[in-house]
């Protein structure tokens, strides 16, 4: 269709739509009554209601009366602006206007969802309609501008989430950046010994994935990193990466571990991180068995050559006092460099995939079940460790007093569901608390005792797996646990008492047991926050981070070009998280294979005549791009850079810096509109 | 974490059946029925109907049957049940409380001493049947000087209004309690002064027991006196009085700042520390009474307190804090051993002290004025090698004084 080029003194004709949206602003606004009213407006040509504007049909309807009406302004009343602004500036673009000359009023999330008295919200909806009607004649004719966009992608978080979405990128031949927190990739799953509802060995699945990710000749992979400061926008975010001192230099330690065996200390001595503190490790160590990259690394804080203690700017001081027999026995390799510090590399990208995690439940918050105090109490994770064969008992299920349980209580929903301490539901605890209990019951031959609220197994494969646990004799019990305690008449074994209610016999059952399994729910992550902050997302109330529509947009967020993956956006199971994987990586793609991105054209711009010059715009701006012109000494504002956040046009003192579709005209025109007296 | 009270949320007037339209009551929509609150009841295996299915039973609408059975007899206002609640659920300050008024208003019978207790508070005040003519006779006996607020000379407002309570006015081991608490006030040089003759039950059992009637004669008795006199705080040592004043009194019209023993001599903690010269060389193990810990959130001010004094070395029983066991005393169950052992329960005050012998403490420290007579009753009968007493913390704290 070819452009409609406005005539100079061309009379404004409004077209005004007001959508039912079935039922959802129908049944609270009366749009016959708005469209009546609307039509009656200085400007509006056309003002009609239909059952449902963002269909095909009701684009068709705008399109047809541009042609018919000559319209060249639209106001659609509808939803937000988020969901089909979209859609309507491209149906009048498709009719040959400039799609800047559309308006959208929300009158459902802003008016209908939210109100109950129908005349009030049929007066809000016209007041609304006529604040767009007065504004939309101050439409200019803009043009989207097209930037490049940067085709390498950073991936933050190397647990299964991060490494399946890098590993998608890089065999569609992306250059893949995958920085992860921790020494190895791998995440929590790492860590499970067997995966449900199928009972593999998660890291029989992983660790294939694991070594690709860390050969791949698509992804540099940072382990023992993190960012440390983002710039910049989709398709061109600049971003530092801290890489933090492992004392090993990456590129020269084969993984022999020679270093570790000539250590000085003969045994391991201190709490191993992997094991969550339940096997110990050298002051030099790998991870674990398949850690990936396979290196090693010193921990400071304990190794002799180091001083202990860490100064003031988070550097560790060498002592040299150690006979430092690993360097001795890492010999040509060379590979040890107690001088290592925090390296930082600078990167650019185009987009960002979140993938970093949750944090398991901190079971001391519910005192009551005994964690910390008793030792045979232990989290789930911990149970992982015990029953796997790279665990620190290698596999045998023996508690801390050195014996082996013979009866077991596995207690559902620890820090999940509760006002007290977080209200959702962390969706994987009944299934690993299933799986948990076949598994011990398969090492231990105990009695296990699995106490739920309601017994959630969603998911494909998932209910038969609960209706296989149920058949090998496990007693699931319909009660919360409200207390563990010891059994004082039992003497020193440690064995405890677990009290609850039997919901469906109506009996308060006090249970002796050997060994307590806290099923503790899943939190976002405590640095959730400052990643939020760093990567300007939004969290829900609860800390997940928001994708941008629960149903049509669950990966991608509120700014352009960063999208999510894994339990960072809630809790969620290893198919979930891989299939958002999957989808994440997608639409990173699409946005690098279509090659440019398409920006807003809502930038401000210096009218260079008006300013002063006085720089007070310069350090405001949220994204630097901002500058001052020596030579004529004005500001300049790069609209490549701009946001449109507005934050120069409100603080510039002289009102010389305008902005593109929030001109004032613009603005006072619909406050005026939104004030104007509306029928009764 | 576990549930904190929140006092705003109860609503003097409701009853079972506007009980559905308010907001406590639209929380019990929400019950998830996971029986941690009949779990965690020290008398949930004695009850037909526990806390879980009394709100199934009401939603349902067959709470009759639960009225005609004596099961709320068992509840003894401890807030266990509460403190725990996945779904913040008001059991023990808004529907445990109606359900059990409605009990004993359709029981034939109810439990002589219970009945006994409750006709002594309307006719004389207090729940042993004692002449309120003899109320502040105690003071004489305090070895400081104890004003009565009557008798006042100043013109401005006393500091403290000391509110002291029945059982620490009338039983000999309660009159310990008062009077160490004199003599802190005296140490410390506090303004204060009491009602004396004035002064009657708060009525928190009354309330919790099922008699609103009552609790709110007492509570109309009480605020008239407190109308007649100027104060910037009242303070009472029994944690019973501070949960009445706390919660129900203010939305009779209570305004001033009510503190208990523990948490204003816990602020005071600076001035009282140098005072506590006399070592006490014990091993103390600290009860948490229900009215300050679960219902209250104070747990640390006792502690701070008992480790204040020098030789203590404070242990703790296996449930402790929001965890405790209850004495037994609450919600009438002060005036219902003879009725528990009649059918057949355990006393909690027993199964109390077995945890705090277990402890191989010397002493059991207590801060309401129910727990002393309680716990030292238990004692007798609960075998043990070690002595043990028991002692409020004030007791300590006056003994720790030079």
Known sequence: MKPIVPKKHEPVRIGFYVCHCGTNIAGMVDVAAVAKYVATLPNVAVSRHYKYMCSDPGQELIQQDIRENRLNRIVVEACSPLLHERTFRKAAEAAGLNPFQVQMVNTREHNSWVHTDRTEATRKAMALARAAIDRVPHHKALEVKKVAINPNVLIVGGGIAGIHAALTLARAGKMVYLVEREATIGGHMAKFDKTYPTLDCAMCVLSPKMASAGSHENIHLWSYSEVSKVDGYVGNFQVTVRRKPRYIIEDLCTGCQECVDACVYREPKFADEFNLGLGKRKPVFLPFPQAIPPVTMIDPEVCLNFKRGKNPDG?????????????????????????????????????????????????????????????????????????????????????????????????????????????????????????????????????????????????????????????????????????????????????????????????????????????????????????????????????????????????????????????????????????????????????????????????????????????????????????????????????????????????????????????????????????????? | MVAQLDPTVVDRNTTLDTLLQTPAGRRLMTCIQCGTCAATCPYGEGMDFSPRLVINMLRRGFLDEVIQSESLLRCVACYACMAKCPRGIRLTDVLLPLVKEQTLVQQSEIPAELQKSLQNLLRYGNPMGESPRKRANWATTAGVQVPLLAQRQSNGPVEVLWFVECYTSFYARGQDNSRATAKLFDALGVDFAILGNEEKCAGDCGQLTWESGLFETLTAHNLEVFNKYRFNRIVTGDAHAFNAFRIRYPMYGLQAPVEHTTGFFARHLPQLRPLLTQRLDRRVTYHDPCCLGRAGGSYDEARALLEAIPGVKLVEMVHHRANAICCGGGGGGMWLDTYYKQKGLERLSERRVKEAIATGADVLAVACPYEVSRFEDALKVVPHDRPMVVRDVVELLAESLA
């Not at chain 1, 460099?337 to 949750?358: C, H, L, P, S, Y």
């Not at chain 1, 299934?431 to 998911?459: C, Q, W």
Request: net charge negative.
């Open chain 1, 315 to 680: 550097s560790h001081t060498v002592s040299d006092k150690c006979k430092k027999t690993c360097v001795e026995a890492c010999g040509d390799r060379k590979a040890i460099d107690f001088r290592q510090t925090d390296e930082f590399k600078n990167i650019t990208v185009g987009t960002i995939i979140m993938a970093t995690g949750f944090k398991i439940f901190d079971a001391k918050r519910t005192p009551f079940y005994g964690y910390g105090i008793y030792p045979n109490v232990y989290n789930a994770l911990e149970v992982e460790r015990l029953i796997n064969a790279s665990g620190p008992t290698e596999g045998d299920l023996i508690l801390r007093n050195g014996q082996r349980p013979k009866k077991v209580a596995i207690v559902h929903c620890v820090g999940s569901r509760d006002e007290n301490t977080n209200r959702w539901c962390s969706r994987v605890c009944c299934l690993y608390s299933l799986k948990l209990a076949h598994l011990i019951k398969e090492h231990t031959d105990a009695e296990v005792y699995n106490f739920y609220i309601d017994m959630r197994t969603p998911g494909k494969g998932m209910e038969e797996f609960y209706n296989r646990i149920a058949e090998e004799g496990m007693h699931l019990i319909r009660g919360k646990v409200a207390d563990v305690y010891p059994d004082l008449d039992d003497g020193q074994t440690g064995r405890l008492v677990v009290q609850a209610e039997d919901t469906l016999t109506n009996k308060i059952l006090k249970i002796p047991v050997d060994m307590v399994v806290l099923g503790v729910g899943l939190e976002p992550h405590p640095d959730a926050e400052n990643l939020r902050r760093m990567f300007n997302l939004s969290c829900s109330a609860e800390g997940w981070f928001l994708e941008r529509h629960c149903k049509l947009a669950p990966v991608d967020t509120f700014t352009d070009g960063i999208f999510l993956a894994g339990c960072c956006q809630g809790p969620k199971d290893i198919p979930d998280s891989v299939a958002q994987a999957g989808a994440a990586a997608a639409e990173a793609m699409a946005l690098i294979d279509k090659g440019h991105i398409e920006q807003e054209p809502n930038t401000a711009y210096i009218l260079a005549d008006e300013c002063s010059g006085c720089k007070s715009c310069i350090p405001l701006c949220p994204y630097t791009a901002i500058s001052f012109d020596e030579t004529r000494e004005k500001a300049l504002i790069n609209e490549a850079l701009c946001k449109g956040c507005g934050t120069c046009v409100a603080s510039c003192p002289s009102g010389s810096i305008v902005q593109n579709l929030f001109e004032d005209e613009e603005i006072f025109s619909e406050i005026r509109g939104v004030l104007a007296p509306v029928p009764a």
